[in-house]
């Protein structure tokens, strides 16, 4: 699955761009400023209805203008699928695919598998256990269809649960919703276990090119004690959720240790390894993907070079060229990538003031 086409108007920096993209990889270049990562977050923003950079949508709209929209052609296995969105500045997004009105958000983001790999992307390891749930429940979206209902419901017996604590509403007032709740927490924490497991069987040959000689151990902590069965804990902790209004434990606290030795990875390895790693774990999560869904994520690479040399740029490249994804990276200089390729660059970009130009 491919983009061969993309549209984009007033988005950050870019008025118009009309774009013929390529299958493999897409390499896009230009000084500082000039749009490269606004290119990236176009795609993103069409994949998720959202922006990786920031957490307000409405800062991608192009300043002084009232939308934006973004159109693209989506071609896999024969089947040629158009998608376009439109986002206003008071907030709406309207959604089609193939023409059809689209509802629910989470129909993009299946149709439009994304990986993103960024500077930042590192955080992943540093930040609070929700960017690491979202690393988890990319995977478990997009492998088990009854995922996405059963996350949502637990989210919605959450917050009723959380809002009878609030109130100071008496235990049998929330047993109803417990019911509820285990069952589906039971059903995240299943889906979500076996996709790490699977993950784990993926990630080993790639942690084995990238870090050789380190063990990294990965493992889900499903967020209550392992030990404890979910009903009777909610039970016996109700006296401390209702003293903080709100629950302690359960799926929404699930997380993912990453560990060299005993030793949690932000400790045991240097930046660059650190960005290995984050980048294995993508790795890993697309190649799962395509075994067991046949889909293939779009790879957005951002800034590349920056802190890998160029052995471990190559190995990288090797990696996301072996996924059979397409991919996009940036770099300001077309240099630190074609060099580091063993294969031919699909199409090349250059990006200037917001000018996109193919470069043939
Ligand atoms: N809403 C917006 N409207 C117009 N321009 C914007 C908007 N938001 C950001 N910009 C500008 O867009 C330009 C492009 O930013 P972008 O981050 O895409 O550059 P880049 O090519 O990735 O640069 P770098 O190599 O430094 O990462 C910046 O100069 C920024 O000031
Ligand atoms: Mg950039």
Redesign the pocket.
């Known amino acids: 699955m491919s983009l061969t086409r993309l549209h984009i108007d ?5 008025s118009s761009a009309q774009l013929s993209l390529g299958e493999g990889i897409n390499l896009i270049y ?12 176009a795609i993103y923003f069409l994949g998720m209805g959202r922006s990786f ?1 920031s957490h307000l949508s409405q ?7 009232e939308q934006l929209t973004l159109f693209a052609q989506l071609s896999s296995n024969e089947q040629q699928d158009k998608i376009g969105l439109r986002r206003l500045k008071n907030g709406d997004i309207q959604v089609k695919i193939n023409g059809e009105n689209i509802k629910r958000l989470s129909v993009l983001a299946d149709t439009l598998p994304i990986q993103v790999i960024t500077p930042e992307s590192f955080s992943l390891l540093f930040e609070g256990p929700k960017s690491r749930r979202q690393f988890i429940d990319w995977g478990a979206f997009h492998t088990d269809p009854h995922f996405y209902q059963a996350w949502s419901n637990v989210r919605r017996i959450l917050k009723q649960r959380n809002q009878l604590l609030k109130n100071n509403s008496p235990y049998y007032t929330l047993q109803v919703w417990d019911k509820e709740l285990v069952k589906y927490a039971q059903l995240v924490t299943e889906i979500r276990s076996q996709y790490i497991d699977s993950l784990n069987e993926q990630l080993k040959g790639i942690i084995e090119e990238f870090l050789p000689r380190i063990e990294v151990k990965v493992s889900f902590t499903r967020g209550w004690d392992s030990k404890t069965e979910y009903a009777g804990l909610l039970e016996a902790q109700y006296q401390r959720d209702l003293s903080i209004g709100y629950t302690i434990s359960g799926p929404h606290k699930a997380d993912l240790r990453l560990r060299v030795g005993n030793v949690p990875v932000q400790d045991a390895l240097s930046r660059g390894q650190l960005k290995l790693l984050v980048c294995a774990l993508r790795i890993a999560q697309g190649k799962l993907l395509k075994q067991q869904t046949n889909k293939s994520s779009i790879y957005l690479v ?2 590349l070079p920056s802190e890998l040399d160029a052995q471990h740029r190559k190995l990288l490249l090797q990696q996301l060229s072996d996924t059979g994804a397409q991919v996009f990276v ?1 770099a ?1 200089e077309p240099a630190a990538i074609v060099d580091s390729l063993t294969t031919a660059v699909s199409k090349m970009f250059h ?1 200037e003031h ?1 000018c996109v130009t193919q470069i043939e």
């Open positions: 007033t988005f950050r920096n870019i230009g000084p500082n400023g000039s749009g490269k990562t606004s290119l990236l977050e950079r800062r991608v709209i192009q300043y002084n203008e951002d800034d940036t300001i990006v917001g």
